[in-house]
C-alpha cells in the first residue's frame, strides 16, 4: 500500500475532522522513540475551516514553513538543532501539549549524510569505483540516520523528520 493512502485511512479511522483534509497533508513525521505523526499545512487548515478552531489530537501536528533564522527568532532558541541539517530544515511543527520542534526533510538529510560518507570513503578507499562508492555510503547514510539520528530522543523539544508526500504517493 502506499504511504498517503496509508495515511488517509489513519486519519479516517480516528476520525480527525469532519471532511476530507487530504489536500492539507504534507507527509509523515517520525521522532525518537518510534513516535510517528501526520503532518498538516497550518496555513492549508486554517482556509478549510475557516472560523472554526484548530485542535490538535494525537498523532497529528500542525506544520509552518520557515527557515534557520524564523526558527531562531520565534523561539529564542528552545527548539533543538540537529547539528550538520541545517539546510535540511523545512519549518517547525506545533505538537498537543503546545511544544513547538524543528522539521527536517528526511530525504535531504540523507542527502547530506551520503555526501558526508563519500567524501570520506573516497579519501580511504581510491580503489572502489563511483558506484560503489555512492552505492554503500546511501546505505550507511540511510542506517546511521535512522538509528543516530531519528533514534536520538534528547526531550519534547527533538526534532522530527518529516517524509514529504507527492501526489504521485
Do not use: W
Not at 37 to 42: A, E, G, P
Not at 55 to 67: D, M, N, S
Not at 126 to 148: D, L, Q
Amino acid at each position: 500500500m502506499n504511504k498517503r493512502k496509508e495515511i488517509l485511512e489513519f486519519i479516517e479511522d480516528i476520525e480527525l475532522f469532519p471532511e476530507s483534509v487530504d489536500s492539507a497533508i504534507i507527509g509523515y513525521v517520525e521522532r525518537a522513540g518510534g513516535s510517528n505523526y501526520v503532518l498538516y499545512d497550518k496555513n492549508k487548515l486554517i482556509k478549510l475551516f475557516k472560523d472554526e478552531p484548530l485542535y490538535l489530537k494525537e498523532g497529528h501536528l500542525y506544520f509552518t514553513k520557515a527557515t534557520m533564522e524564523d526558527i531562531e527568532k520565534i523561539d529564542e532558541g528552545e527548539m533543538m538543532i540537529a547539528d550538520g541539517f541545517n539546510d535540511a530544515i523545512v519549518g517547525y511543527a506545533e505538537i498537543l501539549n503546545g511544544s513547538r520542534f524543528v522539521i527536517y526533510d528526511t530525504e535531504k538529510c540523507i542527502s547530506i549524510l551520503t555526501k558526508d560518507f563519500e567524501k570520506e570513503t573516497k579519501e580511504t578507499n581510491p580503489e572502489k569505483s563511483e558506484e560503489e562508492i555512492e552505492e554503500e555510503c546511501n546505505a550507511s547514510a540511510v542506517e546511521y540516520f535512522y538509528y543516530n539520528t531519528v533514534g536520538a530522543y534528547v526531550g519534547e523539544r527533538t526534532p522530527g523528520f518529516v517524509t514529504i508526500l507527492s501526489d504521485e504517493q
